[in-house]
């Protein structure tokens, strides 16, 4: 059974610019979320999606966005990029429910670099 | 809100020795409780979770881990440390109801020495 996968690996971009990440969840998963993970700060959830709708937002600015399609994969855009903003973005999706306590199992991640 | 707490930056251990990771949380309510490990430039691998019942959970790899609600603690054991366990390990927890976010602690790098 295949994983996440998320593209692309590795990133570089300058500040100001946009940048569109993407991410394909588990056959059979159909929630999927996205973390930041930047030096010094851990893991931050960001995103979360489900059935196409975004189910919960963290403390990130609205530069962050995203959506999840029909085939619930998802984009997570990020504009008017800012050095702080150079981390690894992982991806991760699960079984349906916000009662049910399915694990979550994440991609390789994708390397945002900002310069 | 609910968070984790990893209150050692680095454990080393010993080849052959038991391994503890330590983890306390804060949650409203029930807790949904996992860990995960990272590889170096892997995303997180899913070892076990903690959703009721049993206080000693089983997970991959020969780990586990024991939850106390009282200590509100769920620390990740292995009797006996292999090199190839050193990595970076998450706890996380999520609460009963409301969402699906998970709050990870800042990880704890685990050095297995030959």
């Known amino acids: 059974e295949a994983g996440v996968t998320q593209s692309p690996t590795h990133l570089i971009k300058t500040r100001g610019q946009q940048v569109t990440l993407r991410c394909s969840p588990i056959?059979?998963?159909?929630?999927v979320y996205w973390y930041q993970q930047a030096l010094g700060l851990g893991l931050q959830f960001l995103l979360w999606?489900?059935?196409?709708?975004?189910?919960n937002r963290g403390n990130f600015p609205p530069r962050f966005s995203g959506r999840q399609f029909p085939n619930y994969s998802s984009e997570l855009n990020v504009n008017a990029l800012e050095l702080e903003d150079s981390a690894l973005y992982l991806c991760a999706s699960s079984l349906a429910g916000d009662r049910a306590p399915y694990e979550q199992y994440f991609g390789p991640g994708t390397r945002l670099t900002v310069t | 809100a609910q968070s984790v707490a990893q209150p050692e930056d680095q454990v080393n251990v010993a080849e052959g020795n038991p391994l503890t990771v330590k983890c306390t949380y804060s949650?409203?309510?029930?807790?949904?409780l996992f860990w995960y490990v990272q590889y170096p430039n892997r995303g997180l691998q899913f070892l076990l979770k903690?959703?009721?019942?049993?206080?000693l959970v089983k997970g991959s790899y020969g780990f586990e881990a024991e939850f106390n609600k009282s200590q509100t603690s769920f620390h990740l054991k292995k009797p006996s440390a292999l090199v190839s366990d050193s990595a970076l390990y998450f706890c996380?927890?999520?609460?009963?109801?409301?969402?699906?976010?998970?709050?990870f602690g800042k990880g704890n790098q685990v050095v297995v020495i030959p």
């Open positions: 903690y959703i009721t019942g049993d206080n």
């Open positions: 999606y489900d059935e196409g709708e975004e189910r």
């Open positions: 949650v409203s309510g029930n807790p949904y």
């Open positions: 996380a927890v999520r609460a009963l109801y409301g969402n699906n976010r998970l709050a």
């Open positions: 056959s059979g998963h159909t929630s």
